[in-house]
């Protein structure tokens, strides 16, 4: 039986929507780090802090101090920067994070200058019209050559564009188009703003329960997971065990799907600990929480990224399914909901 208190799902579907809708791209999540910031500081058991690379931490005093804990979800997302203003106006895009092209082609999208102005675009095809380039427009190799932002501005010079403050190097977010339907949530970069609302939910939850961990723990909103160094810094050197959370990959031969919440026994960067992920198995069944198992062929996490940089301790992967992850990413509620508790069950485990 499970002694886990009762989530309060609308408050952890009502959070993601506003973490989905405010956009933060690698190198630019400082809106959406200062909303969970915001969120958290309702809990005042937590110590909140920033590192210098702009993480968001908060750390929350345990039933004991020895054999301190870390959990970390990031908040940065897939994105581009403008890479240059070619001479009809549009902008070429150079990507933040991996995906495919062809994911974002027609995608709405905001360009924030360097003094913060926004002007909205599309991406689209250099040959986008079907009425003037037949069937080049479904021929043609999507890539940076080929895909370019049409601002929604008077432009068609470089000139143009630059009288907008718009410039190589600014920020471009995709729009998430973030939709909830029949328990369902889908939307751009659930990756991982899922998990990073599963974590503030368990906090919440657990707070408003009267609890608190079994060991101190310290949460990091890391803010740079999607180029491959977000956790490398801000894990206290004592913590003796790192659990990451982070999506789980649905799609064809994978054990993940929309309805529960994944261990991550191997990726991209080899297994996970071995006894930590029989122990979060263990927690999983006595809380009777739906989980699978599963190996991740292209994957990598912000726990392999702290390894690599010289941890001495335990790491495991959980996460909530996500359908066509860096694609228009789905999963549902009963995914999240999993999530949160495992998180919970980790977090009271002794
Ligand atoms: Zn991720």
């Not at 910031?37 to 590192?51: K, V």
């Not at 039933?63 to 959990?71: I, K, L, M, N, T």
């Not at 675009?121 to 049409?150: P, Q, Y």
């Not at 703003?193 to 723990?217: F, I, M, N, Q, Y």
Request: with cysteine; hydrophobic share 40%.
């Amino acid at each position: 039986m499970s002694n886990l208190p009762e989530i309060d799902t609308p408050f952890l579907l009502d959070f993601l929507t506003r973490l989905l809708n405010t956009a933060s791209p690698t190198g630019n999540a400082e809106a959406a780090i200062a909303l969970t910031e915001e969120t958290l500081r309702a809990f005042p058991a937590l110590t909140l802090g920033r590192t210098r690379k702009g993480a968001l931490t908060a750390t929350w005093r345990g039933d004991q101090d020895e054999g301190p804990r870390a959990v970390t979800a990031h908040l940065d997302t897939l994105g581009a920067v403008v890479k240059e203003v070619k001479s009809n106006g549009r902008l070429k895009l150079s990507k933040i994070g991996g995906f495919a092209w062809n994911t974002i082609e027609g995608e709405g999208c905001t360009v924030t200058s360097r003094a913060g102005r926004q002007v909205r675009g599309s991406i689209l095809l250099t040959k986008a019209s079907s009425h003037v380039f037949g069937a080049e427009v479904g021929e043609m190799k999507r890539s940076d050559e080929t895909l370019e932002v049409r601002l929604d501005a008077r432009t068609m010079s470089a000139t143009e564009t630059r009288d907008l403050g718009i410039g190589v190097g600014d920020f471009v977010a995709f729009d998430p188009r973030v939709e909830l339907n029949a328990g369902f949530v889908r939307s751009r970069h659930l990756d991982d703003k899922a998990c990073v609302a599963a974590l503030v939910t368990a906090v919440k939850t657990l707070s408003e329960a009267g609890l608190k961990p079994a060991r101190t723990t310290t949460l990091l909103i890391s803010n740079y997971e999607e180029v491959g160094h977000g956790a490398a810094a801000g894990i206290p050197a004592d913590v003796e065990e790192l659990l990451v959370v982070d999506m789980a990959a649905v799609g064809e031969g994978q054990n993940s799907d929309e309805f529960h919440a994944s261990l991550c026994v191997k990726d991209s960067g080899g297994p996970y600990h071995h006894e930590m992920s029989n122990r979060l198995r263990a927690l999983a069944e006595k809380n009777e929480i739906p989980y699978r198992v599963d190996v991740y062929p292209y994957y990598h996490s912000d726990g392999e990224v702290w390894w690599n940089a010289g941890a001495n301790a335990a790491v495991g992967l959980i996460g909530p399914g996500v359908d066509a992850s860096h694609s228009y990413e789905r999963t549902h509620t009963e995914a999240l909901v999993a999530t949160v508790k495992w998180v919970m069950a980790y977090l009271l485990d002794k």
